[in-house]
């Protein structure tokens, strides 16, 4: 199945795209491959195959949670770029 220019430029409108002469061309013949290898992937025999999610076995990479005590108000406020009387300053925003 080949991409005629008018389909490229009908997607290009949707997407807000605007596009040279030359990108058209390009895009016809590049959008062309990549269907033609989803006809190519369409003729693969799928029986029996279970979906997949990511085609690598994933492992969770998280830590484990772990309880730790609170940092305090003190060492929460040593970083704070402005501070008055125990809180953060911060700017004004509203009248």
């Known amino acids: 199945m080949t991409i005629s ?3 490229v430029e009908h997607v290009a409108k949707l997407a807000r795209l605007a596009l040279t002469d030359e990108e058209k061309k390009l895009y016809c013949e590049q959008l062309g ?14 029986t029996g195959l279970e979906p997949l999610a990511h085609p690598l076995p994933l492992v969770n990479v998280l830590r484990q949670d772990e309880i730790v005590p ?5 060492a929460l406020l040593e970083n704070a770029p402005d501070k008055e ?5 911060v700017p004004k925003i509203g009248e």
């Open 5 to 7: 220019i008018k389909e």
């Open 33 to 46: 491959k990549i269907i033609a290898f989803f006809d190519q992937l369409k003729s693969i025999d799928t």
């Open 70 to 74: 609170p940092l305090g108000h003190d």
């Open 85 to 89: 009387k125990g809180y953060f300053r």
